[in-house]
């Protein structure tokens, strides 16, 4: 019997998405270990989500600025930077032997992200032709980026039950040391552009994104009206600045002639809002697992099965069915799905059991995630020339991770001010209102010369995994 070497092209797109595969577990493996990092570390209630947002307010706020330096610097150079330092942040959280050291390490681990993660969608457009190829490989990234959140969940878990919550840091360090030194030998450096980066935009949209998420994390634990509302005035003006700076520079780190499409402004918005609240599921379920149900680590981590399996079976069927009924259906179906999980997970009582009160939700929550991602993505990159495509799916990564951040920091506060179960209905709430957006504003595409998402998700279905 004769067996297929794989082709340097497949081990590239394979050191390629175990890059992006530690990056979206990174913003969730944390979750399980959350109570025993509290415990050693003495964090407050309300400080702890910054264990998850201190993180993702790095990687999301950072990842325009990211793609532009690979740009200019080297796309392979830049992901070899940003996992260098993306794996040493690792071993220094791993350990971490105070609360401030734990989140410095954190926020690290977000910079190196940033550095990095763009430049894996733009060499997977140099590795692999433009058409059928090419998109094939995004349903793969797609699919591990959808995916690898609730991966994390029970990794997290696992690593936490049977060695110690420090390895769900440490686990890294081999995994990016072998990718460091596959890089160089399998992912070729496509041509730099010139140009030069745009450090006050990347300072605005970080700093205003972060002062938004600070306001709702100091709300959370000190009721602080004048200052959460200076902190929220904060990030609005910050935000319209960085607005009005992408206006007048040469080489904008987002362009905004991008939103002029309806459509596509909608998805981002959408792209923001359902990580919000997934996030937020993750960050209370994995504390209700261990603190109301008194799971241990491991049995927590695969509580969160019913919602890994579903997305990562979905993520096979999804693009024919994209195919089949359309992108808008397809998405509308998945958000209505999130919302009603959501509401159903709200009513959960310890004295129901695991399988009464979670299961069914968790199964139909991982069916919403599994049908959402891929008609959001398609439709952003639909229609986008060649020029903007790294800026397109910049944004795309950056609406995802500042999404998450946004989430937990507020839905912790309602929880602390309200209850979890009244966190749990707002995110309900906030999945209704991107499921309004995204009947307003998408729409099939009209123009002939334009891919649809369904002519996009039939190339990807047309292609075996690997070449």
Known sequence: MSSRRPSPASIALAV???????????????????????NTLHFSRANLAWVIDAYSLAFGGLLLLGGRAGDIFGRRRLLMFGLGLFTTASLFGGLATSA???????????VGAAMAAPSTLS????????????????????????GGGSLGLILGGALTSWV????VLMINVPIGLVVIALAPRY???????????????????????????YGFIRLAEQNSRALTIASFVAGVVLLTSFVRVEQRVNQPLFPLRLLAS??????????????????????????????TLHFSAIRAGFGFLPLTAMIFTLSRITPRLVSRLGARPLLLFGLSALALAALWIS??????????????????????????FLPLSTTILSG??????????????????????????ALTSVALAHGRSTALLVGSGVVLVALVIALVTIRPSRNPNVPSAQELAEEMEALPLFE
């Open 384 to 409: 986008v020339p060649r020029e903007d495509a790294g800026a397109a799916s910049g944004m795309l990564q950056t609406m995802q991770q500042t999404g998450g951040a946004l989430g937990v920091a």
């Open 347 to 372: 009513r959960a009582h310890a004295n129901e059991g695991y399988f009464a009160s979670l299961f069914g939700p968790l199964l139909l929550f991982g069916l919403g995630a599994g049908t959402v």
């Open 262 to 291: 309806p459509a596509r402004a909608g998805s981002y918005v959408v792209m923001m809002m359902v990580p919000a609240v997934m996030y937020g599921v993750f960050f209370f379920v994995s504390q209700y697992f261990e603190g």
């Open 100 to 110: 401030s050291m734990l989140l410095m390490a954190r926020a690290l681990q977000g």
């Open 187 to 213: 992912i070729p450096e496509p041509p730099r552009n010139g140009g030069r980066l745009d450090i006050r935009g990347a300072v605005l949209v970080t700093g205003g994104i972060g002062t938004l998420i």
């Open 16 to 38: 390629i998405v175990a890059c992006q595969l530690m990056f979206v577990l990174d913003a969730t493996v944390v979750n399980i270990a959350l109570v025993p990092i509290q």
């Open 164 to 167: 110690s919550w420090r390895w």
């Open 123 to 146: 060499l997977i457009s140099t590795i692999y032709q433009e058409g059928p190829a090419r998109n094939k490989a995004l349903g793969v990234f797609t699919a591990v980026s959808a």
